[in-house]
């Protein structure tokens, strides 16, 4: 008579074994699949801060009109204090040749039409357009602008470039203005038109994402969303 043989089951140390693997594998498919999320979070929002700016350079050089002024200049603001948020405004103060004005007058003075408001520079007195929030934990982590011999940043600086490491610059303003697409460029709360400012560049970085994504702005008023690097 044949012995009767009854069907094994699992170990223990087995089913542990079995478990350790599936929760790994989980593991390594929901970290990767965070790190592709935050991925996309990070270009599309590269886009989206590029087409802000690009809507500042048509209104300047669409001379859209803003608070009265037919002639103002539009921009973006961006702080180190608040790396979470950036500002579209119209930079409609102070009037033509008023102090600290960036833009001279014409001949004709300040009643003529190519007699520009501003100072370059988000201050209260302007004329805010839009607030925006980057929101899911994205922030500027860093902004550069170009002078004509280096790279002044607001946290750090690239090997490749001349920079100044640590520079600390507190606020990035670009403003565009008819009748050039040659941006304004503007930092510290300061244009400084001997400075010959001509080239910007934004860093964006989110939680869990090494890979950082840059905005860069040329000295010809190109935008390039998720480009190379800042310096």
Same mark, same amino acid.
């Given at each position: 008579?044949?012995?009767?043989?009854? &069907?094994?089951?699992f170990? +223990?140390?087995?089913?542990l074994?079995?478990?350790?693997?599936?929760?790994?594998?989980?593991?390594?498919?929901?970290?990767?699949?965070?790190?592709?999320?935050?991925?996309i +979070?990070?270009?599309?929002?590269?886009?989206?801060? /590029?087409l802000?700016?690009?809507d500042?350079?048509? @209104?300047?050089? $669409?001379?859209?009109a803003?608070?009265?002024?037919?002639s /103002?200049?539009? $921009?973006?603001?961006?702080?180190?204090?608040?790396?979470?948020?950036?500002? !579209?405004?119209?930079?409609?103060?102070?009037?033509? $040749?008023?102090?600290n004005?960036?833009? /001279?007058?014409?001949?004709? $003075?300040?009643?003529?039409?190519?007699? @520009? &408001?501003?100072?370059?520079?988000?201050?209260?007195?302007?004329?805010?357009?839009?607030?925006?929030t +980057?929101g899911?934990?994205?922030t500027?982590?860093?902004?550069?602008?170009?002078?004509?011999?280096?790279?002044?940043?607001?946290t750090?600086?690239g090997?490749?470039?001349?920079?100044?490491?640590?520079s600390?610059?507190?606020?990035l303003?670009?403003?565009?203005?008819? &009748?050039?697409?040659?941006?304004?460029?503007?930092?510290?709360?300061? @244009?400084?038109?001997s400075?010959?400012i001509?080239?910007?560049? +934004?860093?964006?970085? /989110?939680?869990?994402?090494?890979?950082?994504r840059?905005?860069? !702005?040329?000295?010809?008023?190109?935008?390039?969303?998720?480009?190379?690097?800042? &310096?």
């Amino acid at each position: 008579m044949e012995p009767i043989h009854r &069907p094994r089951g699992f170990t +223990l140390i087995e089913m542990l074994v079995v478990a350790a693997i599936i929760i790994v594998i989980t593991g390594v498919i929901f970290s990767g699949r965070s790190q592709f999320n935050n991925s996309i +979070l990070l270009s599309s929002t590269a886009y989206d801060i /590029a087409l802000t700016m690009r809507d500042a350079e048509t @209104y300047g050089l $669409g001379t859209r009109a803003a608070s009265g002024a037919a002639s /103002a200049g539009y $921009g973006l603001d961006f702080t180190r204090a608040a790396p979470g948020t950036y500002t !579209l405004f119209a930079d409609t103060n102070p009037a033509p $040749g008023g102090t600290n004005a960036c833009h /001279a007058l014409p001949t004709n $003075g300040a009643s003529a039409p190519n007699a @520009y &408001p501003g100072d370059c520079v988000y201050t209260a007195a302007d004329t805010t357009v839009s607030n925006y929030t +980057l929101g899911n934990g994205v922030t500027v982590s860093n902004f550069c602008a170009h002078t004509s011999v280096r790279w002044l940043c607001s946290t750090t600086c690239g090997a490749t470039s001349p920079c100044v490491a640590g520079s600390a610059q507190s606020q990035l303003d670009i403003v565009f203005l008819r &009748p050039n697409a040659t941006p304004f460029i503007a930092l510290s709360g300061t @244009y400084q038109a001997s400075q010959s400012i001509n080239q910007a560049c +934004l860093a964006i970085s /989110a939680p869990g994402n090494a890979t950082a994504r840059y905005i860069y !702005l040329s000295a010809s008023g190109q935008i390039i969303a998720n480009a190379t690097s800042c &310096p």
